[in-house]
């Protein structure tokens, strides 16, 4: 979120008043503390973006993280008429764009993001595929979904030095993370909705993954957004005030 609000700033930069399009459909979780830092932003320029940005729309993803951030946006850009959507070609509708300028914006759109992320076309299509599958999946679904036979699939992850099911697994443990610090869903309800056949399994497969067990992993990120939320303490006031003797009162 730190590095969203300096690209934000090209929105700023000297131009002619534009509609503008947030693709933020490969975020997985949503950090409260990253949104104070937005909030920050936005508070700041508020008026600024009130004369150069006429529209903005949000393609927010699927499942919890895009009804959070979803929400939280249209809260967020009062300065402009503004809109959430799920669907991209939706988005550039409202934006104004004609059906037949949509497909190359989106494919333009598509290379940049997978440039910037190192991620391929392939594997990005894959996942968002299985989400919208999650928790009941199979590959011939995904297959289909993704308009190619299982075995074509299979081929071409074997291509990218990778599989179906390493995908899967990654892509089920980046839900659980966003379900578990976003929810207070218990571990055995998040196993359920991310797929996983019982908490062991869950467990298992998302230590093998991070590192840690599920339930530490969310006390941690807990911890730290809660640290990170709270202001530090005025020098004045942690440090007890010494005496006159010149001793520290302590």
């Not at 940049?112 to 996942?127: C, D, I």
């Not at 443990?173 to 379900?179: C, G, P, T």
């Not at 590192?211 to 020098?235: F, H, I, M, N, Y």
Request: aromatic share 4%.
């Amino acid at each position: 979120m730190r590095r969203l609000v300096h690209v934000l700033d090209v929105e700023l930069a000297p131009a002619a008043p534009h509609a503008s399009l947030v693709d933020a459909r490969r975020l997985e979780a949503a950090d409260p503390a990253a949104f104070a830092v937005l909030v920050k932003y936005m508070q700041a320029r508020e008026k600024s973006f009130s004369t150069s940005v006429q529209r903005q729309a949000l393609v927010r993803p699927e499942g919890v993280a895009g009804a959070v951030v979803g929400g939280f946006y249209t809260l967020l850009t009062g300065a402009y008429p503004s809109k959430v959507f799920t669907d991209p070609a939706n988005a550039l509708a409202w934006l104004g764009q004609p059906e037949g300028r949509a497909a190359p914006l989106l494919s333009k759109l598509n290379d940049l993001v997978a440039e910037a992320t190192g991620q391929s076309p392939l594997l990005r299509e894959l996942h968002q595929a299985m989400r919208g599958k999650l928790p009941d999946i199979n590959l011939s679904d995904v297959a289909r979904e993704m308009g190619m036979s299982e075995r074509t699939l299979q081929r071409r992850l074997k291509e990218a030095g990778t599989s179906f099911q390493a995908e899967l697994n990654a892509v089920q443990v980046r839900m659980a993370q966003a379900l578990l610090l976003e929810t207070d869903m218990k571990l055995t309800a998040v196993a359920v909705e991310v797929g996983c056949a019982s908490l062991q399994h869950f467990s298992s497969l998302f230590r093998k993954l991070v590192g840690d067990s599920p339930s530490s992993w969310r006390e941690r990120q807990q911890g730290k957004t809660s640290a990170e939320a709270s202001p530090a303490l005025d020098a004045s006031v942690a440090a007890p005030e010494p005496r006159r003797d010149g001793s520290s009162g302590e």
